[in-house]
């Protein structure tokens, strides 16, 4: 008896982390929508699912592709944002190899790089920092059109951040903020948006409104 009640303070104490499918849903009432296998850090920096198409992770990014069709009944799911709790879930990483996925069924398909604190996304497609993009766009610097760049995978288009502003947080809710959006909406077959931790930061809160779904990765 002693033993048993040991154990359990044991693992009261020292697991904290979920470590099943199963103990996710019991502390959650949001649908589960995929699972990505855990994989090495270097593989982690490109594009995952168009270095290696026919790995065990390129195959789970077409079942979450899946998944989503069933995710919204009434209508079709065009616009998704991809956000997290904290830095280094993932959330980067899922919006990309997402659109890339998204990409290969021969749908136009557009990525928004809208962590403006952070941006990464520029990195995992292999440019260097932009000297123009959404935040160039929002300050009257760009047009659209101009900062629209076309990716080396075939239907993939990128939008990238731009050099970074002393106030990220009022570009995300300007009104040119809201006419982009409806601009990529209109104008692709899929949008993913990349945003910052929901956990600590706000813009992800506030854009979800613009959006079909929104992924929230753990």
């Known amino acids: 008896f002693f033993i048993a009640i040991l154990i359990v303070i044991m693992r009261f104490v020292f697991f904290t982390k979920i470590e099943s499918v199963e103990q996710l849903k019991e502390v959650s009432l949001l649908p589960l929508i995929g699972g990505l296998p855990k994989i090495k850090n270097q593989e982690t920096e490109g594009i995952v699912t168009n270095e290696i198409p026919n790995s065990k992770i ?9 998944n989503l069709k069933y995710i919204n009944v ?11 709790h904290a830095p280094g879930e993932g959330k980067t990483f899922t919006s990309v190899n997402l659109a890339n996925i998204l990409a290969k069924t021969g ?25 123009k993009g959404i935040t160039t766009y929002i300050n009257g610097q760009h ?3 101009e900062i629209i760049i076309q990716s080396q995978i075939d239907n993939l288009f990128c939008m990238l951040a731009g050099p970074i502003p002393p106030n990220p947080s009022e570009y995300i809710l300007s009104e040119k903020m ?16 990349d945003t910052p931790p929901a956990g600590i930061l706000s813009d992800s809160l506030y854009l979800m409104q613009f959006v079909d779904t929104t992924i929230f990765v753990l």
Do not use: C, M, W
Not at 74 to 84: A, D, G, Q, R
Not at 125 to 130: H, R, S, T
Not at 178 to 193: A, M
């Open 178 to 193: 809201n006419e982009l959006i409806l601009y990529v909406k209109k104008n692709y077959e899929f949008v993913v948006i």
């Open 74 to 84: 009434e209508s079709e799911l065009k616009t998704i944002l991809v956000t997290s």
């Open 143 to 145: 047009d659209i059109n």
């Open 107 to 131: 749908k136009k398909t557009i990525i928004l790089e809208l962590d403006l604190h952070k941006p990464r996304v520029f990195q995992r497609f292999g440019y260097n920092a932009p000297e």
């Open 58 to 66: 390129s195959e789970a990014f077409r079942n979450l592709r899946t």
